[in-house]
């Protein structure tokens, strides 16, 4: 990647991971609140606490990161950004700079314990709304940063398939740009107006609705950065191939069609919506873990193909030669196999009938720390291994490395304590959000309570864990020896199909997700509007 553009993405990674050091902090804090054992000040709310640990680590972390990541992958595949494009991305970077310390700053003066997912009726700071929309817009700046870049290569490139890499990134933002139209309408037609007093109340369904609209999407924004690793680097830190590049690019453009239609799976027990659309929303919702299954083929046929290319024989005898000693790979594919039972975990919560037994209570906050809070991140960390030390010009040496595999065993067993008590209290009906209680020492509350501390025990060892990676992080950023770090793309497989073009026909590909989105939401939006509660006015938004 060249200087100026790697300069630019390591300004997104060091954000990153400030939030995680903050953000990490504050996880602890919650932990050990809820395990009994400890007390905040008086003048701390839990809930800010929990606000600021969301926002930081589901936000910002994975926003600053994924956006970073995906400029020096853009620039590594599809060329060096032109000054225009670079200008672009800087603004679209001091925007969200600038957006996330507002946020940051209304949430811990206290005026914006709304928790991450901020829809009403809790209500924050008009500067908390003001700061989300700077980061929005930020991050929408960059998106078209690196569509301009794309549409250049295209330009240059005529009847060229573009490069994985760079495929995969215009298909994250552009999923990111329509998702994010509905929090960006939910925040600037009625949170924002409502916080500063224009208006005295707003269509509580309606502005869920938008929430979700935006907020299931976003959960794949999250994941897909991490399947371009695993998709287009993983196959070349092995030794290996990409097993096919146009089954790569079909499973984004499935997570392109399938990841928006679905927010009514976060809403199954809302009463105000007709359980027909409800179903509709499920049935698209199990649409989209089929690109999730098609990855996890690819990946067992990329590590097969690899391993018996080395001689291996027998029906397992390839997971030998896979380089257990790499960092690299290491921490990816320990959060492939986590992503197991977190993927598991989530149909049983899209489910109806099982969504009712688990809704609301901390099986939830279980299912989002195995499949973001593990999947997702430790594939970062792995990435940030050799990304970091590539951007500064940089090698990592072998006790990093070996520090780095620490790190991967430690996030695993402490997530293992944390997310599996959180299953099994969610299953006891636990709460999510509370902190510690025994409602007046209710037997049903007091057999969680063996599970809050094991939480607390896990959080606490997750905290080392987030030690070691800025101790990791910080070395390759600015201590270790100087030298070059690649920053490895695969290659395809000479068995691979060719790609057909048709994949990167925009037109077709927007239409069919507009088209999706219409269908799954029109009826039940309309319904939501004309159906307001008495009281009110106008078109029933507030
Ligand atoms: Fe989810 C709630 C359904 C995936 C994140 N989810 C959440 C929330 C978050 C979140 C943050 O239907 C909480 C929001 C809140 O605060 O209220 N989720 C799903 C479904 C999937 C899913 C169906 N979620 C994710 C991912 C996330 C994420 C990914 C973050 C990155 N989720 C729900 C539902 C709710 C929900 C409901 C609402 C619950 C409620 O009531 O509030 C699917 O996409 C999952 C598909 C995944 C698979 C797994 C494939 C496995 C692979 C690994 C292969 C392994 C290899 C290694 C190759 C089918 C790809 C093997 C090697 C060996 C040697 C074995």
Sequence with gaps: VDRRDAKLALAHIYVAFIALALGGLAGLLQTLVRSGKFTLPANISYYTILTTHGVLLGLVLTTFFIIGFQFAAVSRTAGTFSDRVRFWGWIGFWLMTIGTAMTA??????????????????????????????????SWISGFAIFAHYARWKKEHPSQVSPLLTFMAVVNMVLW??????????????????????????????????FWYFGHPLVYFWLLPAYMIWYAIIPKIIGGKIFSDSLARLSFILFLFFSIPVGFHHQLMEP??????????????FMVAIPSLMTA?????????????????????????????????????????????????GLVNASHQLNQVVHNTIWVTGHFHLTLATTVVLTFFGAAYWLIPHLSGRVMTKAMNRLAIIQTIVWAIGMAFMSGSMHFAGLLGAPRRSAFSTYGNSPQALEWIPYQIAQAVGGTILFIGIILVLVIVTNLAFFAPKGETEFPVGEVAETAERTPLAMENWKLLISITVALILIAYTIPFIDMIQNAPPGSKGYKLW
């Design 105 to 138: 700053f209304f949430i811990l003066i206290g005026e914006a314990s709304v928790l991450y997912t901020f829809y009403a009726p809790l209500q924050a700071h008009p500067g908390f709304y003001l700061g989300l929309t700077l980061v929005v817009v930020g």
């Design 177 to 210: 740009l329509v998702c994010s139209l509905g929090v960006a309408a939910t925040v600037l037609i009625q949170l924002l107006p409502w916080s500063l007093g224009l208006v005295d109340r707003i269509n509580v369904l309606v502005s869920r609705t938008l």
């Design 272 to 285: 105000g919506v007709e359980p027909f659309w409800k179903y509709v929303q499920v049935v698209l919702t």
């Design 297 to 345: 083929f690819a990946m067992f046929a990329t590590f097969e193909m690899y391993g018996r290319s080395k001689g291996a024989t027998g029906l397992f005898g390839w997971l030998r030669k896979l380089p257990w000693g790499d960092a690299r790979f290491f921490a990816p594919f320990v959060g492939m196999l986590f992503f197991i039972p977190a993927g598991a975990g």
